[in-house]
């Protein structure tokens, strides 16, 4: 089974009129296995991480997708209701502002059961269940099903956010700056439960992120990104331990020390 | 109608001289009803989807009806006989300002009894009487998206109608019940129509939605401030949606109607004094009459009649 890469990207390319959003980029993706993209602000990883996730058109190159029956698809070459059912089932989003993944004006429990009934569950009762479950393994109190996300704090919500996105029991998972506007001992607990999740679930992830702390944390490989080009990719704790370019040389030795 | 027509043709007073103003009949020129047509027509081929239309400008404001009104414009001819309900009632002031509407520019007969009517307008119910095939029912919608306090944007609601996702009807539901520990929409309730599109039924109470199931009537929605037309062709599954561990039911009276005695109907609430008196009645006005003339008998309609007698 996992002698196959879940997603084939070749040489996709993004361009903002003639602007480049991210260039030639090509990878494979294994299962289990999580793939950090690291930059600086305007490097392309948002661009890339939202092209992979079929949120954004690329100008050119494909990305192939190994479905649960074992065939590849083109996501591009999928009709839009296929990508939505795939996007809802197969796949999570995790944005870095929970606002915008999460509905402010449900209730948690709403929020983690929406997955379930779009994909036609309509037992009420399996449903709070599987949502308090889940809840609770993301550490939210199970009294809290029924408040709105809006009374959570920052932590809290985007472990919601996680939650509702797991419940289906996705194979891949895409995470732009999971940990941004988190402080640090937040983001520490929120980075070991991903991490928990993603080694119990067997998940594979793509984590979007400017801070080399969170993807030594969770990666096991990582691609450096600067101007729209990959300039660096290996595994994790070698680009750490040893950056070869120039680029990664410098965005290493700049971690604060304290 | 085999009698001559004595009415004034619309546009014309009594003596016949034609005015300054005279309307087209019905009120609507007849490219606009054309137009309109044409919307029903698809609505109709397509039951539940809601089809945009061109909506005029009414001589009433948004919120009085004025959907509903250009789609009864639009299917009016000078032998159709009128229904225009308010809640059920006849004789409150939105029904009887659009039955004299339509008096004054089609110059077609009104009545009040439901099995008389060829086209019944209505706000937020539908009559007691059970419709009959050939009769058609003109709804005035508000709102006509179900998801829309869900969803709003127009662009994604209308993809998720196109790809089916209706996921999010149920969101609203599983909020009802983990609020309130039972579907507490009470109207307006969601409906499927035909196993395909989900359906605002405006906001008739949830009550009313087994009648609208396999309905031998024609059932049209116009919301003019909206510009949709939609429909439910007569004999189509129109089904509540629901829970398994928690079905669709709808609401249940513990008395019968204070004047008439029925019960199995829907009741308003009248508030008789400021110490807490009230009595329950019949929503439709015309349903309660009728049977107060077959001789049906409430708890409160003697008191009635002995008070106006000992008043006289």
């Known amino acids: 089974m996992s002698d196959m890469p879940l997603l084939k990207v070749r040489s996709l390319s993004k361009f903002y009129g003639n602007r480049i959003g991210c260039h030639d980029v090509s990878f494979d993706l294994w299962p289990g296995e999580v793939l950090a993209i690291v930059g600086e602000s305007g490097s392309g990883k948002t661009t890339l991480l939202n092209c992979l996730s079929t949120r954004l058109m690329p100008s050119t190159g494909d990305v192939q997708y190994r479905m649960r029956d074992g065939d590849y698809r083109d996501l591009f070459r999928m009709s839009e209701a296929e990508r939505r059912v795939l996007m809802r089932t197969d796949w999570g989003f995790v944005h870095q502002n929970p606002a915008d993944g999460l509905r402010m004006t449900v209730s948690a429990g709403a929020n983690v059961g929406e997955r379930l009934m779009a994909v036609g569950d309509r037992h009420y009762g399996r449903i709070r269940a599987t949502a308090s479950e889940w809840l609770s393994r993301v550490e939210i109190d199970t009294d809290r099903i029924d408040d709105q996300p809006r009374a959570f704090s920052g932590g809290m919500r985007q472990r919601l956010q996680i ?96 | 109608m085999s009698a001559p027509d004595t009415r004034p043709a619309p546009g014309q007073d009594s003596a016949g001289e034609t005015e300054l103003a005279a309307y087209n009949f019905a009120y609507l020129d007849e490219q606009t009803k054309r137009m309109i047509r044409r919307a029903i027509l698809k609505a109709i081929a397509i039951p539940g989807y809601q089809v945009p239309f061109a909506s005029r400008e009414m001589p009433m404001p948004y919120g009085w009806g004025t959907g509903g009104v250009q789609v009864t414009a639009a299917i009016i001819g000078p032998e159709d006989v009128l229904k225009v309900i308010d809640q059920g009632a006849d004789d409150t002031t939105n029904a009887v300002s659009i039955r004299a509407f339509f008096q004054k520019v089609a110059a077609v007969r009104a009545t009040t009894h439901t099995a008389d009517a060829t086209i019944i307008q209505t706000r937020h119910r539908i009559p007691e009487h059970t419709l009959q095939e050939g009769q058609v029912l003109v709804y005035q919608v508000p709102i006509p998206e179900p998801l829309r306090f869900l969803e709003p944007r127009e662009t994604e609601t209308r993809k998720m109608h196109a790809l089916e996702e209706y996921g999010l009807m149920h969101v609203k539901l599983y909020e009802d019940i983990a609020r309130h520990g039972r579907i507490a929409t009470t109207y307006a309730y969601p409906v499927k129509v035909h196993g395909r599109y989900v359906m605002d039924p405006s906001p008739t109470p949830k009550f009313d939605n087994p009648k609208m199931h396999r309905s031998e009537a024609l059932q049209l929605f116009g919301a003019g401030r909206e510009k949709r037309i939609y429909a439910v062709p007569p004999h189509t599954d129109v089904v509540s949606l629901d829970f398994e561990d928690h079905p669709f039911e709808v609401q249940q009276f513990d008395r019968p109607c204070a004047l008439c005695g029925a019960t199995h109907v829907y009741l308003d609430e009248v508030v008789l004094d400021d110490r807490g008196g009230r009595m329950f009645v019949c929503s439709d006005t015309d349903y309660c009459e009728t049977r107060q003339a077959e001789g049906h008998v409430g708890e409160m309609l003697a008191t009635t009649a002995t008070d106006r007698e000992a008043a006289e």
Do not use: C, W
Not at chain 1, 241 to 246: A, F, S, T, V
């Open chain 1, 163 to 258: 939650a509702r996105n797991l419940v289906t029991s996705p194979r891949l998972v895409f995470m732009d700056e999971p940990t941004g506007g988190l402080d640090v001992s937040v983001q520490a607990r929120l980075l070991d439960l991903v991490r928990g999740l993603v080694s119990d679930l067997g998940l594979s992830a793509i984590v979007v992120t400017h801070d080399l702390a969170v993807a030594r944390l969770l990666s096991h490989r990582m691609m450096v990104m600067k101007g729209g080009h990959v300039i660096e990719h290996g595994l994790t704790d070698r680009v750490l331990d040893d950056p070869r370019e120039p680029y990664t040389q410098l965005l290493v030795s700049s971690i604060l020390q304290v």
